[in-house]
């Protein structure tokens, strides 16, 4: 059984006892979420739509960690300008396992 879920303005295909990083949540380790915008709901061939989100349709998990991922650099650069500036990020992420998936 899988599901696609929506969080953080992305969509994520999930299934139940996977490990995924999503964008921060506010929420301590050890604590459970309820995902309710479900897109859409597979098992099998029994395939189920959302218009757009699937009815009574909830997805469980529970937070694993926060951490931050690898810095990626941002250069810019102007030739024959004399001008170039570095800066770096790392974006916060929350890593969750699914537990349960409700149709």
Known sequence: MYAVIVTGGKQYKVAEGEFLKVE???????????FD???LIGNGDDVQIGAPVVEGAKVTAEVVSQGRHDKIRIIKF????HHMKRQGHRQWFTEIKITGIQA
């Open 78 to 81: 102007r030739r024959r300008k």
């Open 37 to 39: 915008r479900v897109l």
């Open 24 to 34: 921060k949540l506010e929420i301590g380790a050890g604590e459970s979420v309820t």
